[in-house]
Each structure stands twice: as C-alpha cells, then as structure tokens.
C-alpha cells in the first residue's frame, strides 16, 4: 500500500515539505457529500496549534479541490485535495543531508532515498503532509457526525502533567474539545503544559506528550478478527503519523498488572441496549467495536528538532560532528498531533462502514 | 485485506477453534526456501507453553503442508499450512453463543455474523488461529536467520513482576530465550511469575503481562514514510493477535515525559558504520530502521476466560444474567503470545525485505 | 495480489496438480449465505466435461469445508474449500521438468521457480486449481439467483465450427445451457463440434474454440471509471484461467470495422425502465453496467498436452531433442473452461455488489 | 483498488475532463530514476494526435511535478504528474447529463454518481485522464529502455484497412513506430486509414480500430500462475482505458480454428538461449512471460461522439428524445490509444520486475 492508506475508503498522500505542495487523493467516498470548507479549514488552523507553543512556520494552508468536488459536495469521483507550500525556506534545511539530525528521517531517508530525495524540512517525512490527512479527515467528520458518531482527543499527559481522564460517557467532552487548538480537559492542566512547553522553548528544547481519544455513537460490530481488527487498522495509521511511537486501546499497558477478573469488562443492559459495566478494553472484543466508546491513547515523542547543540555524524567526509539545527521548529508537536489523529481515526471509522454497509452508507440522508 | 495480511509475503489465514482445522497459505515466498520442520514443531511447543501455566486442551499440532512444500523446500508457489483440530470439545461452549463471556469476542462475533459463526472456543476469533500464524513464521525466522537477522521476546511484566531490559545489544538474550517456553531473562523473575500465575490459576483467576521484543542484524532502510512505517506493519498484525491491547517501540509512552535533549538518538560511529548513542527510537526514525536493534513491547490483557461467576446478558430473552466459564483456559496467555509476536515480526521483516530487494532475495544462497 | 483476487469478496488459491489438494480460501462472505453442496457438486461435474472428449483422468473431486461452514450456510468467517487429489500419477510427468512441453507452462515455471516446483501435470499451473474456483463460484451462483442474475456460458466456436449467438434476451438460453456438460445452444452445432473433438482426440491432436457468456438480471451500476471497470475485472480473472488467450466484450474486435453509428447502443425506454436499442457495447459503458445482458467471449487455446511427438529442448544437456507427452490428457478444454468462466463471473459480479452495498447485500433475504 | 493500479509501483489516476486538473501519483518508483521530460512531452503530443484525424480541443499538456522530482530525478518519494485543463469548455456540455450519449458513460455515471458528478466532457470517464497515464508511462519506457526493453503499437487495423503484422522479430518495427502520432507500419496502409478517418469526419461519423503491440527484450519469468498474469495485468489496465472492447494475446481469438500440433510453440535453441519456434502464445506460458517478444491487439470502439442526431432519452422527463452532440470530438480514437496502450504496458512490465526484484531493480545503472 505504501502512500496508500484505507480498504473501501483509501487515501493517497503525496508531497514534500519544501517542494510545491502537500495533497492527496480520496477514493471511494460516495457522491453527495457535503464538504464544509469551514470544518476543513477550523481543523488544519488547530493542526497549526496556537502560536507560542508552535513553529514560527506559519501559513494559510489553502485547499484547492483539483478533481472531485462541485458545488460544495463531492462528486463521488476521487477527490484531490491540494495545500501549496507558500512558506518554504529549504535554505534553512542545506546542511541536514549530509549531517542527520539525531531522532529525524534525514539518516534513514538518506538509506532510503540515496541522496535524491529532498529532504528540506523532513521533506517527504515531515508532519506537514498530515495537512491534507487532517483536510480529509475532517470532511468525513463531517459526515460522521450527521450519523451520531463523534470523534474527540485531548493532550493526556505532556512532559510528567496529566489531564484528567475522559468521562465515562465521553460525548460532552468531545463537545469542549471541539474549539480548542490546545485540547485538554482540564484548563488547570492545560495551562501548566503550556507553560511547561514555553519553558522547553525558551531552553532551545522540546517535550513529548501522550494523546487520548474517543470515538461515540459507533455501533458494534465493525473491525474483523484476522487481520483487520479496528485495532489494527487504527495503529496502522497512527504509527505512521511521525513522531508516534505508541498506541493503546482501553487501559493498554496497565493490563499487564490487572487479573481478568478486574479487567474484563461485563455486559449488562442500559436504557435498554446492550452495554458494558466498565470499558477497560477501550470498545472493542476480538478486534470488533462492542458499542462502547472507542478509547486509545497515543504516544507522541519530543520535537526530535532542537536548538541545541547535538552530535551527529558527516555522511560525506565518515567522521562524527556536531549539528545545531536552524529552520523553525515546534517545541512540542503533541498539541498539533491532535486534529490528526482524530481525522486518521474518522477515516479509518468511515472505512470500515464502507466496508460493512457499502460506500453510499456513508451519505447524509 | 481482512483475512490476507502482507504486500510481497502474504499470509492468509482460516478455520475455527472448534472445526475441522486451523490453516494458512503463505504467498509470495521465494523457491527453495528450506523448510526445518524441527523448528516449526519448535515454535508450536513454545505456543502451547509449559503446562502448568497454560491450558489443559493440549494437541500435537502437527503440521501438514498441502501446497507448496516438496522435500522439504518451498516450492515458490503458495505454501498451505493445515493443522487439524484433533482436541475439539465443542460441548464445553455451548452456552456462549447466548450468554457471551465478558471481554471475549462471544457479543461482538454475535453481531457480526449474526449467529451463524460456530463460537464454540472462540471460533474464528481463538488464539488457536496463531498457531499457523507461529509455523509460517518459524520458516520465515530460519530464513532471516541465515541472514543474520534474529528475534527474540521476553515476559518484560507479567502482574506486576518485571524482567530485566534487553541488553543493550540484545543478540546473546535472544539466543538465550531460543529454547525457553516460559521466555524471561532473569530466571529469579521467571520463577516469581510462574508462581503468580499458579496462584491466578488456584484462584480462578487470570493475569496480564507485557512482552519485549528485539530484532537484531536489520539493515537500515526498511519501511516506509506512509503508511507502511515499520512501526505500522508491526502494530498491524500485532493488533490482531488476540488479547493485545497495546504496542510501544523504544521508550514508547515513556516518551511523554521526556524532553527532545533526553530522547534524541545521536548518530554516532561504532565499528566503522553509523551508529546510535542510544535507542531510544527503539530503531526506527521516519518508519524506516535505522540499523539499531528494533524494540518494542506488546500489552497482553489477562485471560478473559476466568472460572470465577461473571455477569453478563442472556441474548435470547434479553435479560440480565451470570455465566460460569467451563472449558479450558489459561491462567495467562502473556507466555504463550511471545512465540506468536516472534512469528509476526518475522512475517514483517521478510516483507519488507522482499518489497525493497525483490522476494528472490530471501533465499539462502 | 497474486493468488488472491477480490477487492470486497476474495479468493486465495493454493494447490498443485499431483500434491495432497488443491483449495481456496473465500473471505468476505456474509453469514448465513446457503451452500447448496448439489449445486457445488453439479458445476464440479461439469467442469470435468463428458468423458469421450475430456480427460481420462477422473476423480471425485469431493469438496471438504476446513472452515466458514456451519449447518449447510457460511458462518461469514472465511470460507476454506479443500479438494484432495486422489488421482494423481506423478510418475507420467517425471521428464518434464528437463524437456519442457510445448506451450506449457514447464519451462516458465522452471525460470520462476529454479526448478523447486513439482511441475507434474502442470503443478501449481495446472487447471485443476480451476477446480475450487468453480466451487466457490457455484456458492456465489446460488446467491446471485436469488436476487434474479443468472449467468451462462456456450461454446460459441470449436475449430472453425459455430454456434448460434445467444437470444437478444438470453435468460431462456441461459436456463437451457444449466445442464449441460457441453455446453452449445444449437444442438446441430454440438454434434458436429463433438465428433471434431473426438476426431482431434483420435489424431492425437487437440482444438481450441470460443466461448461466449451472458450475465441477466444486472443493475446498472456496478463497475468502476478507473482501473477496475467491470470488463478490466473480469478480464483479469479470465486470463488467469489456464489456455485463455483472448477476452472481448460485445462487439469486441469487430468493432474495428464499424463506425459509430453502426456500434452506438441508443438508450430508450422498454416496460418503462431504460433500456437500449441494440447491446453493441457488451452492457458496460464507461466501465459500469449499463443494465443490459453482459455479453463476452473468451478465447481458449487448444490443449496443449498433445500425443504427438513434438519438438524441444533439455534443459539439463543445452541441446534439442524431442519430447512425447504420456499422461491423460483433454482433446479440447474449451467446454471444461465453460463452468469455470461462470465461476469467474460470479465471483466479479458478487465482488462489485459487495463493494457497492456492502458485503451483507448479498445475503438471501 | 479502483483509482489505484499496480502493486509495487502503483498509479492513483484523478480529475476531470472539464474540472481544474487531471494528474497521477506514482508512487513506488526508485530514487534516482533520470525523468527525461522531453519525453514526456513527445508521448503527450503524440496522444492529441495529428490535428486532421483529432479533436479540435487542443491544449499544451503542460505537466508539473507537484512532488517526488527533483533537478530532473525521481526522489524515490510519491512522484505526482499535474496537468491542468486549460481548454475547458463546460458549456458544451451542459445538456449531457439529462439526454445521455450513446454509448457514452452518461447514463452510466448519472446512475453511479447520482448526479453529482461533472459529466461535461465525459468528466471521470474522459479519455482526457489517459494524459498523465501516458506521462506516467513515459519515464517508466525510458528506464525500460536502458534495460533493453522497449514498447512499440501500431494500428493493425482501423475500419476494415489493414497494416502488416509486426515482423518476427518487431524491435526495428518498434523503432520505426517511435515518431509517428499516426502509427502504422506500412505508409501505404496508413495513407488509407487517415483518409477513411478524414472520410468518417467529413460524415459526421467516427470509425474504430485495433492496436497491435509488441514488447521486445523482455527475460523470461515475469508474471504469476494465479491471479496475476502477465495477460491478466495488462488486460486489467487495457480495459479501463475508454473505448477498449478486446485484448487478446498472440493468436487469441484465431486460437478457435486452431489445432494443438498448429498453435503450439516449440522450444528451441538460437543464438546459444532459449527461444520458440513461433510465437502464438504472444510470449507467455502459464502467465509468465517466455523470453519471446510479448505480443497482443487491443480492438478500440469507434468514438461514440458523433455529429448526426441520435436518440436516446431524457432522463428528467422519462421519455424518449433525440440528441445532437457539440462538443470537439474525434473521428478516431485508435491512432490516440496507441501511446496510452504503451504507457499502460511499461507500467506492468516495470511493476512485474519491481515484484520479482525489488524496485531499486528499476533503476539506471
């Protein structure tokens, strides 16, 4: 699949940092899908986070639907979405080819790539291809919504500061979090990270964080066992969102000092319809959502970019060296992972009712 | 893909706990890749566990080979792999299909398949259906092997009792781990948590625990930017091991509290070839390997089989009720995934291996 | 893809002609479709073709379900169709792995697989994989005439002799074609095409023909602009069928000498839904069904396996030599590609509703 | 797979006739593969054709990288062909989409899209999307090319006028084709065929033809027994492009009057390698290609866009009517075909090797 994500639904990703542009291209959605330019363009403002605590980087990120979209609804055509790059600056980036910045792509892609790739500003590898990721996601949001299933992520944990968890039933929540281009629950916690990020910024360094996410109103039965659990499917999108480095469903890693008899989680009845008594799995059974809300966590590494000063190694002259590492950088990019995560889990979501219902089930009738 | 996972190595797997037979057919592997079924046999001894700590269903799992084997060697064409169900007690499970055990795939195996799904075990969502999973494997990590290339997982946590780390080059502790069905590298660890899960076992209980993986003498290069990172492959087929409930690579969630300065991996010299100063990355940058050892840690959620009464719902008259799990289980399957996640990271490997260089180039020549 | 075909239905095969089986795995089928094991059994039969112009190699082909059955109905896991090879000789195949028959597939086989295949009756090339083709296809048969399409394949020509072409509205003709092991609409036609097969037979020489297949009862609708159109799909399976060398559609070739007002299908109105005044194009414009009979033929080599002694080369010495062909071989195989055909065509068709619908669409409600 | 075709280097196609943009993704290609855009440009211009026997929307065809190329090589990254519609006449076309065209995707599309797609022009369906398949294909031919491969098409037939066959060995005809946008091989023939179109226009008709098309320097061992054969691959491509209506490889349907002792290949010895006595089977066995020149004919409708008045119905008022089509239109598309059937048939050749030995097996060394 490669720069091919998605069964019924795919998304093809394209772009460069410093080349002409970022895009990809939609298929599989069905015709008749109102796009609101608006939504598209509130989520890619959240991608770019709130200025203090995000890259000096800053541009309009301007849609253009090359093929696809007429008069505000999707055509049912692939729909190509394209963002130019207005504010490149590769003369920033010249020397990180030959002298790989520690914890980036530039080594790896170096292997890859063989010295042709343009690897300015991460290049093909940098987080400003989630732009049209987030686009994407956010037009099938969109859709989602108008069937009761709403996506919501909050900033978790940031260097050591925890939010306070979801509530059990996460839809409120996910109401608050909508607006905020710095998502966290609790306005005491999100002020101390804001100030903690400041702080690593000021320091010429950088801090990780962790995301949690919910998904309600998704009914059971989607995801399939062997190999397509919703699981699976989620992880796959999410580990290659850069900088990700885990994911957990439910109480994930805190499962391997529970017994069954306090994880499992028990089926009961509530208003009527089958529910659980606890969702320590996080919604789903056997790779399949069980009606419960989808709840995942997502573990964002530091800002591998910082202004200090850093070893390295020469790839021309095969010696060691220093890098210090100019351009403009995020000194925290947990913030700017949320409105990606959530359109990665919308589409994954919107795929897998394709999947079940078909690709018209996910008009808004 | 659902039931067929992989781009140049596919894997396609079938059957129920309880019917005829559990199987898979392997695709894509090259001519003349030798076939040590010593070590299948092996790896499937390692899946059923030592006994005291594992299930009481106990059967041979003897392999055949329907296609695709000849003397010994793969053929090149599709290699299937049956194992017959000779243990298959459906009597035991009867009541499932009504009154679905918690945290098991009964009520969303009901929703998806509408009742026509044979659910005795699990059906088609039991972890019986790792075990063509672990044989295709064992032959993939004979042929990685011969490259150089090793796995090997260790109990890292089970119930609260933690392992050692890997070494900081891990090969000698995945040679070490080679024979071990109960995989820990401190044996003092090893004896604390089989003795815990003899406790959860006398109690009726079950426990969960994590696994730690590493995979030493990878080439740089492997992987892809999107969407196929190597950390998304892994989490892919990892997910849909039942029971995982979360997937890590390096430090993982650790991350969240650590600074860029902290987590960066510097490139170094060692040896005369580029190197890390530390792996924290757990040996990807950008989705692609970056020469260090490759780590990462799979949540493993306690049995949800347990023989204590549990709550839950009766389908039928739409009520609630208890249900007593009779059968037989594990009183932890955490062991018995570690052969399972060594069989699904050889399977990505090989993959990419043969996505970059042609699956010709699997062949030990 | 390679040995498995589908996007939303799919089908693996594995097997080889003198091994313990040949089979498929069937994945993406609802719960609850009904498998009629006589249905099964009937278009195995007449996949064997009668016996004075069809192989003498004759076995039961008894299919076993390894899983996704329950009860006479698909459990919606995946399907598992084994065919154990009970009639197989490989001792009459011993040289032609080193004397490569003409126009077979020994001496491709031999560059692809370095000679580990077991090239004995064609091995993995062999049309006995059609076999589990035809089964799971008949299973998809069934389903396909419960929502009213209904598909049928004749011999259109067999060594320069004709059949009549298929009624404007060819569900009668259709009907008529159920039963026949040699399948030809005029039976005048039949006979003499018979007695030319059996004439090739005496000769030690074989014949090729065409067969043409019709699909009633289709919406429009189904098919995609890019690449999947409804005839790239089929087209795609059809020329994966042993000794196919042509597909067209329609007019197909003789398309080359018409112009467009002779070829242009007129869409008017017939018992008030839209119609056309003439089926030039097949049924399909633009690649979708247009709701029309899907009109195509297909083109099937004659037999390679001949008796006479033919040229060719050792590939052990370096040198010429000559190769006689002893095993049990077809005098034609074009009316033994009929059911496969069919197979074929029930497999695409119920693929492109499960796409469009979903995959529960194809259920029998 | 729908708007993505290939599996180790694919091609995700997008756009619309009469919309911004057409253009392609190509993702999978190798760093460092020389883009000779002069090239690019020849196949573009010989797809508009020569103006006498072409439409008379003519337009420059500029294509821009958005990603992928830089300083004139592929970066290895998702390489993205841009060309802009800069002769879009909408107006044209307005009235299409109530009154469908014969033989068009008019009825098709409004059925499958439901009206939301652009139709002007054929929208989706366009001919005008085989541009940046064409530009595509183009550096894919030129790094065939440096290997030794190279594609040639010429018109063997166009409305009942034939051209000679392409001569046994068809590399100096593949030669001679390379600079002709009108390619026959015998002038005399093509004089004919250009004064039957130029007749056809003059009438307000079109007229249909089929391509022949040889592959030279191919290696033996290319393809799959199931399902992708060589054939199988191709035809997929070849029947999504507008008008196709046949493929049929070597001999194909002449196969019908054949018998086996007629139509078989025998192997044989000649300059020291392996080669056949004929070449019927279009150089391939079993799927996999033989070493012979790989050989096969394409039939291509007449354009279903006519100047006389035809009927059909509107689809508004549900009756019958008549339609007169504007619009720039060509009397002949088969001459146009001929570069779009070479870029589809490198693009399945250097897929095939990339399968077999990794896609840096692409490159120019």
Redesign the interface.
């Known amino acids: 699949?490669?720069?091919?994500?998605g069964?019924?639904i795919?998304i093809?990703?394209?772009?460069?940092s410093h080349?002409?542009?970022?895009?990809a291209?939609v298929?599989?959605l069905p015709?008749?899908l109102r796009i609101d330019k608006d939504r598209v363009s509130a989520e890619l403002a959240k991608r770019s986070g709130p200025e203090s605590v995000s890259t000096a980087r800053r541009e309009p990120d301007e849609v253009?639907?090359?093929?696809?979209e007429?008069d505000g609804?999707?055509?049912?055509?692939?729909l190509?979405i394209?963002i130019r790059n207005t504010a490149a600056r590769p003369g920033d980036y010249e020397k990180t080819a030959e002298t790989?910045r520690?914890?980036?792509?530039?080594?790896?892609?170096y292997?890859?790539?063989?010295?042709?790739?343009?690897a300015s500003g991460?290049?093909?590898?940098s987080g400003r291809?989630t732009a049209p990721l987030v686009a994407a996601g956010a037009i099938l949001q969109s859709a989602l919504e108008e069937k009761g299933i709403t996506v919501g992520t909050h900033i978790s944990?940031?260097?050591?500061i925890s939010d306070r968890a979801f509530a059990e039933e996460p839809s409120e929540d996910i109401k608050a979090l909508k607006g905020l281009d710095f998502p966290v629950l609790d306005l005491n916690a999100s002020e101390k990270m804001i100030k903690e990020t400041e702080a690593?910024k000021a320091a010429g360094?950088?801090?990780?964080?962790?995301l949690e996410t919910a998904v309600c109103g998704l009914e059971?039965?989607l995801?399939?066992?062997?190999?397509?659990?919703i699981?699976?499917?989620l992880?796959?999108?999410?580990?290659?969102i850069?900088a990700?480095?885990?994911?957990?469903?439910?109480?994930?890693?805190a499962?391997?000092?529970?017994?069954?008899?306090?994880?499992?989680?028990?089926?009961?009845?509530k208003g009527g319809r089958?529910s659980?008594?606890s969702n320590?799995?996080?919604g789903?059974?056997?790779?399949?959502?069980?009606g419960m809300p989808l709840l995942f966590?997502t573990?964002?590494?530091?800002?591998?970019?910082?202004a200090?000063k850093?070893?390295?190694?020469d790839?021309g002259k095969?010696?060691?060296t220093t890098v210090e590492i100019k351009g403009r950088h995020d000194p925290a990019i947990?913030h700017r992972a949320a409105p990606v995560v959530n359109a990665a889990a919308a589409l994954v979501i919107a795929d897998f009712i394709?999947?079940?219902?078909?690709?018209?089930?996910l008009r808004n009738e």
């Open positions: 699949m490669s720069n091919t994500f069964k019924a795919k093809t990703l394209f772009g460069e080349g002409p542009a970022v895009g291209v298929d599989g015709p008749g253009e639907f090359l093929s696809g007429k609804y999707t055509q049912g055509t692939p190509t394209l790989p520690p914890s980036h792509a530039d080594y790896t892609g292997v890859k790539y063989l010295g042709f790739a343009d991460g290049g093909h590898f291809l944990r940031l260097h050591g690593a360094d950088s801090v990780g964080g962790t059971a039965g995801g399939e066992p062997w190999f397509d659990s699981e699976s499917e992880a796959h999108i999410l580990f290659s850069p990700v480095k885990g994911v957990e469903f439910g109480e994930g890693f499962m391997a000092d529970k017994t069954g008899s306090e994880a499992n989680d028990e089926p009961c009845f089958i659980m008594r320590n799995g996080g789903a059974d056997g790779g399949i959502t069980n966590r573990a964002v590494k530091p800002t591998p970019s910082i200090m850093q070893n390295t190694v790839l095969g010696e060691e947990v394709a999947r079940r219902f078909g690709y018209m089930a």
